[in-house]
């Protein structure tokens, strides 16, 4: 009987498929970033494809001086399947985008053509969720071709991992594709997506300028449309809104102090009104002193930390106010806890006074070498 059992099981087993359809890893072409234009009436789509063997070399330190080769290809046509079908029929081997990191729009994508990217996008499942969102005005060619520092893969830049640096220094938010659908059509608030540049004057290597990609603002979009863009400086309030902020740095020239402010911590309280609603906004700044050369009274410093934390929500607010745009998305409170009370025109009709007060509590935690 036993017997009878074996040969029976080993029949069975011969009949499951195993790995003979499997596809081995130079037999496919990984697309890992998308650049999305729309221009002189048609779509167009960059793909970045990069040598994996490459990139897992250098995980353990680049053994070759010359930078890795970046493949870029691109695809046209009347909709986004025709451009995206067009560079696959060119393709020697398949095209493979299930490790897309990366996207990259132009602004006549976000402001005119987002919606079907969005329509496509969740139709094809071809960007996962957790793929990174940027736009960028001009060079996406460039942009996508460049290599990391010390001849590195892209792999290895900002864009394509922007969580470590910004744990280091949280300048600017992080847009994921997620983040993208989920806000999309949401009736209040907005969302931000972080524009960047080609820079060419900041590095240099050897003798060469050293380019390399770098965050320049943000497109502001809200009510499923781009109402303008901010450059780092008007954006920087906020950062004080953001629950993912890890690390900040402050600057008074004037004083010639500088602090690290690490876990920064936002509340909004909704103020009943009968007309639009107002906020009361407090934030939690937890300071270490960097550099303090005057010597000046922790009174004075933990003022003027307070004072820039207010200009800084302040200028990003009157900003949004210029654009008709929620930028520190303040509406939001009201909007889930009595979406009731007031009417989506109400929550969105905000003015100058509809900040009532921002309180900043500074706590110093460290003086470091402090006198």
């Known amino acids: ?20 359809g499997m596809k081995e890893l130079q037999h496919q072409i990984y697309i890992t970033a ?11 789509v960059y793909f970045q494809a990069l040598s994996f063997s490459n990139v897992a070399s250098q995980e353990s330190g680049p053994s070759s ?28 081997s398949p095209l493979y985008f299930g490790h897309i990191s990366t996207l ?15 329509d496509y996008a969740g139709r094809t499942e071809v960007v996962r969720y957790n793929t990174g969102i940027f736009s960028i005005k001009k060079d996406i060619k460039e942009a996508m071709s460049l290599n990391g520092f010390f001849g590195k893969s892209p792999a290895f830049s900002f864009t394509f991992n922007p ?26 608030g907005s969302m931000l997506i972080p524009s960047v540049k080609v820079e060419e004057n900041q ?10 990609v770098k965050v320049s603002g943000g497109y502001l979009l809200a009510h499923k449309k781009i109402t303008g863009w901010l450059n780092t400086k008007e954006l920087e309030g906020i950062n004080w809104f953001n629950k993912d902020t890890t690390r900040l740095y402050l600057v008074y020239d004037q004083k010639k102090v500088g602090v690290k402010i690490k876990n920064p911590r936002v509340k909004t309280k909704l103020i009943w009104s009968e007309q639009t ?62 979406r009731y009370h007031w009417t989506i025109g109400e929550l969105n009709e905000l003015t100058s006074d509809s900040i009532d007060s921002i309180k900043v509590k500074v706590i110093l935690v460290n003086t470091s070498a402090y006198k």
């Not at 998308?34 to 167009?44: A, E, I, V």
């Not at 910004?166 to 209040?188: A, C, G, H, K």
């Not at 590095?203 to 390399?212: D, R, T």
Request: glycine share 6%; hydrophobic share 35%; proline share 6%.
């Open 1 to 20: 009987m036993k017997r009878l059992m074996l040969v029976i099981s080993c029949a069975c087993l011969m009949c499951l498929s195993g790995c003979w």
């Open 34 to 44: 998308l650049g999305l234009d729309f221009k002189k009436g048609k779509y167009y």
């Open 65 to 92: 001086s010359e930078e890795p080769p970046v493949l870029i290809g691109i695809g046209k046509g009347d909709t986004l399947e025709e451009a995206f079908d067009y560079i696959q029929r060119s393709s020697p």
């Open 104 to 118: 990259y729009f132009t602004p006549s994508m976000l402001k005119h053509h987002l919606n079907e990217f969005l």
């Open 163 to 188: 969580g470590e640096l910004l744990e280091n220094d949280s300048f600017i938010p992080v847009m994921t594709y997620q983040n993208l659908i989920q806000r999309y059509r949401q009736p209040v």
């Open 203 to 212: 590095w240099q290597e050897g003798e060469k300028p050293k380019p390399i």
């Open 277 to 338: 609603p107002e906020y009361r906004v407090t934030v939690k700044v937890p300071v270490t002193i960097q550099e303090n050369l005057k010597e000046i009274s922790q009174r004075e410093l933990k003022h003027i930390v307070a004072t820039q934390v207010k200009q800084q929500i302040n200028r990003t607010f009157q900003k949004g106010l210029e654009l008709h745009t929620d930028v520190l998305n303040l509406s939001e409170k009201a909007y889930r806890f009595d």
